[in-house]
């Protein structure tokens, strides 16, 4: 591999990160004992009806020991440090933007702060981590949009739409069954989103479209 490749490599840790965190969800799963919101009495990880927090409690929703817990907190260290790492990259893409230190604040603190969603301040961590994640993102669409950055700009637009749908829907417990499928979609369309940008930036560094510096 050439030396250049090498250079810019670990640019791509958020997307391998990723990778991982997808890969230790889908294993921790399997060792869900059971129960959800819906259906206490219910076996295993119900994709339709469990939530991503579900995996990473002590006591699943049917009163069992969580095995599942040790690899779901895994993942969301995993899922963490790839997003704080997203963050800090991110402002690459915008060389002569003013406020790129914001992107990485911002970024970064709400990454640290999510760590802690699986304890007994689920509730206080979403609405902290959530309005540090939105002023990050505020920062960044201005950034994808000076910079022509549309199809980001769009897409990036649209998956913070669905992410307010999802919160409004918990904190309003309207339409509180579909919220776990909600869950997973807002899930892969924002990663999704992430790994597009991720591997953009990748390229424009290794092509010499923007500098590191």
């Given at each position: 591999?050439?030396?250049?490749?090498?250079?810019?490599l670990r640019i791509l840790f958020p997307l391998i990160g990723i990778g991982i965190f997808v890969i230790l969800y889908i294993l921790a799963s399997f060792y869900y004992p059971g129960g959800s919101n819906l259906d206490h009495q219910s076996t295993g990880f119900d994709w339709l009806k469990n939530y991503w927090c579900d995996l990473t409690m002590p006591i699943a929703k049917n009163g069992s020991v969580n095995a599942s817990r040790p690899i779901a907190l895994c993942a969301m260290v995993v899922l963490c440090i790839?997003?704080?790492t997203f963050w800090?990259?991110?402002p690459y893409?915008?060389?002569?933007?003013k406020y790129k230190k914001?992107?990485?604040s911002f970024g970064i603190s709400a990454m640290a702060i999510t760590f802690f969603l699986f304890t007994d301040l689920h509730d206080t961590i979403i609405h902290v981590a959530g309005l540090m994640g939105i002023i990050a993102l505020i920062f960044t669409f201005s950034g994808l949009y000076q910079n022509n950055l549309l199809r980001f700009f769009y897409f990036g637009i649209f998956c913070m739409a669905m992410m307010l749908f999802n919160y409004?829907?918990?904190?309003l417990n309207y339409m509180?069954?579909?919220?776990?499928?909600?869950q997973k979609?807002?899930?892969?369309?924002?990663?999704?989103?992430i790994c597009v940008m991720n591997v953009q930036i990748y390229l424009s560094l290794r092509s010499g479209k923007i500098s590191s510096t």
């Open positions: 591999m050439p030396a250049i490749q090498l250079k810019y790839s997003l704080a800090y990259y991110l893409m915008f060389p002569s933007m914001w992107i990485r409004f829907i918990y904190e509180i069954i579909a919220q776990p499928v909600i979609i807002n899930f892969t369309l924002f990663l999704s989103w």
